[in-house]
């Protein structure tokens, strides 16, 4: 068990905690700085993820935009399992496009310029869904974009985390099927570490719940989700400088 992917899943837990997505987001640029394979990187923080996912789901269904869902289901999930399957065999950085990005969504909250520029941009939504599932394929950053189009959304808290939750991780479970039943090396699943992680993150999650995400008011929480976004842009650009 490395040491430096148990704290990194400690970290990033703790963001997923809040938001429904980090653990991939921030997990996945820090273990390649760390020198792990992008392969053995999604082995790893997949499964762990999609834990932290099922108990958000479990605790908050009730507040799922199961139409926003569908629209994701139907839209961003293909071209998650085609570019997975493409980019085992060429990797594509595209971490200076989604990290500028991000930075503007942020910064809608405190811009009306910039909202009303994202407002039209949005009135392209479906593109926006199917252009989300070809970067989280290549990329596993996805749930950047995904946390974007729902802050621009305005929901409660407790939609937008579980809304997030549920469709990353959809989003996981299909990577993890495609990397099993396609990809061009072999996978080995270090159950018994993988299991510790999960266990790991589960208790952050149950921990940051309680103690900080039922304590954050409504308006708190859509700007410490607009810090989050740019802080996603930041490391993003980072990682691709």
Not at 86 to 113: D, Y
Request: glycine share 8%; with cysteine; charged share 10%.
């Amino acid at each position: 068990m490395a040491v430096e992917i148990m704290l990194t899943i400690v970290l990033t837990a703790v963001i997923q905690s809040l938001f429904g997505a980090g653990i991939l987001l921030f997990g996945t640029p820090l273990l390649l700085l760390f020198g792990h394979e992008f392969v053995d990187v999604l082995v790893v923080l997949l499964p762990v993820s999609l834990g932290v996912n099922l108990m958000q789901i479990a605790k908050h269904h009730a507040h799922v935009d199961w139409g926003f869902y569908r629209k994701i289901v139907m839209l961003a999930l293909p071209p998650i399992a085609l570019f997975l399957f493409l980019v085992t065999h060429v990797r594509i950085n595209i971490g200076l496009v989604v990290g500028p990005f991000l930075l503007f969504f942020a910064f809608k909250e405190w811009s009306a310029a910039a909202g009303g520029i994202i407002e039209r941009l949005m009135r392209h939504e479906t593109l926006y869904v199917v252009a989300m599932g070809v970067v989280h394929g290549l990329s596993n950053l996805g749930g950047s974009l995904l946390t974007a189009l729902v802050h621009h959304k305005n929901y409660p808290k407790d939609v937008a985390r579980v809304t997030v939750a549920i469709c990353y991780g959809t989003f996981a479970v299909v990577q993890l099927l495609t990397l099993y039943l396609f990809s061009a090396q072999r996978i080995d699943v270090p159950v018994f570490d993988n299991l510790i992680y999960l266990t790991i993150a589960v208790m952050v999650f149950g921990l940051i719940d309680e103690a900080l995400f039922s304590r954050i008011n409504a308006q708190g929480y859509r700007r410490i989700f607009a810090l989050f976004l740019a802080l996603s842009g930041v490391v993003l650009m980072a990682k691709s400088l």
